[in-house]
């Protein structure tokens, strides 16, 4: 007999569930909007919902992953109950395009009314900006987590920033090194 | 005895106690990166002086950051 209710969950409350997944590089914009049309049908008949999408773009991988080096990230918040997650990870296994998912469950207790969803399908376009995101940049603010992608001019000013301050750091750790030179001082002795 | 000769070093602290604005979190490969060394390895609190709850916070996120290929399990041996 199939499972029909998770008892841990609350009554009327949802789960709110982050899922990142990795496409091979060389899917077209008409790719991906496929992929992400099955997944919103599915999640659609499973009576969950797509409260977020957001692509990050093309991204070098750490490591190779089935003998791709780069890959084309999406995340995507969901909202669903329990026997959706298993039914969307089987989907992204028969899809050959993706190389990589990866759930998170962030929370448990969601009202489903009282999230509104950004994201419309209709509204959906595959392109990918040609330029690669170099690194990526969370921040977080009121409570919600912003993600920032940083292009390259962004991060050179970044990286001199970080020149200066360590620079400031070099100043202030002059008098450390000299104080392997007087070791008696009483000052040293304290830790 | 053996306290007086000891060297003066600054004291370690944890960076994610100290500062706010750095978000723990696996989609932040830029401050997960200070946490692990060059081979991939995640850096002991013992060494980063991070306190024990950012530094279980910080081994769970670089996990998942690990899954995604956001920062790589180990260094390519050439």
């Known amino acids: ?14 789960r709110e569930y982050e899922f990142i997944m990795i496409l091979k590089p060389d899917c077209t ?29 093309k991204r070098k991988l750490a490591y190779e992953i089935k003998k791709n080096n780069e890959g084309i990230y999406l995340y995507l918040r969901i ?28 929370d448990d207790t969601v009202d489903p009314e009282a ?23 969370v921040s977080e603010k009121d409570g919600e987590v912003v993600i920032k ?25 002059e ?5 392997t030179e007087t070791e008696d001082k009483p000052e040293d002795t304290k830790e | 005895m053996g306290r007086r000769n000891r060297r003066y070093r600054k004291r370690k602290y944890c960076a994610f106690c100290a500062n706010d604005n750095l978000t723990l979190d696996y989609k932040n490969p830029r401050v997960l990166k200070d946490f692990i060394t060059d081979r991939g390895k995640i850096i002991p609190s013992r060494i980063s002086g991070t306190c024990s709850t950012h530094q279980r916070f910080l081994t769970r996120e670089i996990k998942k950051a690990r899954m995604v290929a956001l920062i790589p399990f180990t260094a390519k041996s050439k």
């Open chain 1, 1 to 14: 007999m199939p499972i029909t209710k998770s008892y841990r969950d609350e009554i009327g409350k949802e």
């Open chain 1, 29 to 57: 914009p008409a790719d991906i909007k496929i992929i992400v049309q099955r997944m919103h049908d599915l999640i659609e008949r499973k009576n969950g919902q797509i409260i977020k999408f957001e692509k990050w773009g």
């Open chain 1, 79 to 106: 909202l669903g109950l329990f026997d959706l997650i298993p039914e969307v990870e089987k989907l992204m296994r028969m899809i050959e395009k993706v190389i990589r998912y990866m759930t998170i469950k962030i």
């Open chain 1, 115 to 137: 999230r509104s969803s950004e994201f419309d399908i209709e509204t959906l376009d595959g392109n990918i900006e040609e330029a690669d995101v170099d690194e990526l940049e």
């Open chain 1, 149 to 173: 992608k940083v292009t390259e001019e962004d991060s050179k000013e970044t990286e001199e920033k970080e020149a200066e301050e360590v620079t400031e750091e070099k100043a202030d750790s």
């Open chain 1, 175 to 179: 008098p450390e090194t000299d104080s």
